[in-house]
T-cell receptor, first 111, second 115 residues
Framework: RKEVEQDPGPFNVPEGATVAFNCTYSNSASQSFFWYRQDCRKEPKLLMS???SGNEDGRFTAQLNRASQYISLLIRDSKLSDSATYLC????????????FGKGTKLSVKP | DARVTQTPRHKVTEMGQEVTMRCQPI?????VFWYRQTMMQGLELLAYFRNRAPLDDSGMPKDRFSAEMPDATLATLKIQPSEPRDSAVYFC?????????????FGAGSRLTVL
């Protein structure tokens, strides 16, 4: 099965900091990518989709480097409420639609 | 907001007992996934369905686990007999399975403890 690798962290940062996570994937055929956010004892929820070189939504920027097969998530001006685990998600390939989840990167934003 | 509904939310049972978890996907979604999450393994795919047909259940221990979709509004995951190592959170997720991208909406999960 194709792999998705993430730094597990935890990343401990102060409020207002900029933090970036990387995710590497092995399936070079993947065309679309996702970042999900999971709060403690909750279900994962979609944060961002990445279909081309990148995507920006407010303080969050996702970038895709197809040549090196990695995706990054940048969070600017981090808030206490950003504390969560961020899951990198890559389709397994083809048209079946299965998604491979990374184990997640834990972020803790401190006052 | 449309949501994926899972029952039960919590289940404590003894080793050897049968456990059935149920999932109601979002109306109109044609793909349904079952994932298991533990601290050690993260999210593991157990099985998924497209248009009620099973597409992949290679992640599921066949001797004790079974997954079915008796109709478009119900997916079930059954463990018989249950073992302590099955203790985990089981998530159901549904999506609109177009070619390539498949954005999933997760249910709140069923937290299983097998004693």
């Amino acid at each position: 099965r194709k792999e998705v690798e993430q730094d597990p962290g935890p990343f401990n940062v102060p409020e207002g900091a900029t933090v970036a996570f990387n995710c590497t994937y092995s399936n070079s055929a993947s065309q679309s990518f996702f970042w999900y956010r999971q709060d403690c004892r909750k279900e994962p929820k979609l944060l961002m989709s990445v279909y081309s070189s990148g995507n920006e939504d407010g303080r969050f920027t996702a970038q895709l480097n197809r040549a090196s097969q990695y995706i990054s998530l940048l969070i600017r001006d981090s808030k206490l409420s950003d504390s969560a685990t961020y899951l990198c998600v890559v389709p397994e390939g083809g048209s079946q639609g299965n998604l491979i989840f990374g184990k997640g990167t834990k972020l803790s934003v401190k006052p | 907001d449309a949501r994926v509904t899972q029952t039960p939310r919590h289940k404590v049972t003894e080793m050897g007992q049968e456990v059935t978890m149920r999932c109601q996907p979002i109306l109109g979604h044609n793909t349904v996934f079952w994932y298991r999450q533990t601290m050690m393994q993260g999210l593991e795919l157990l099985a998924y369905f497209r248009n009620r047909a099973p597409l992949d259940d290679s992640g599921m221990p066949k001797d004790r686990f079974s997954a079915e979709m008796p109709d478009a509004t119900l997916a079930t995951l059954k463990i018989q007999p249950s073992e302590p190592r099955d203790s985990a959170v089981y998530f159901c997720a549904s999506g609109l399975g177009l070619s390539g991208a498949n954005v999933l909406t997760f249910g709140a999960g069923s937290r299983l403890t097998v004693l």
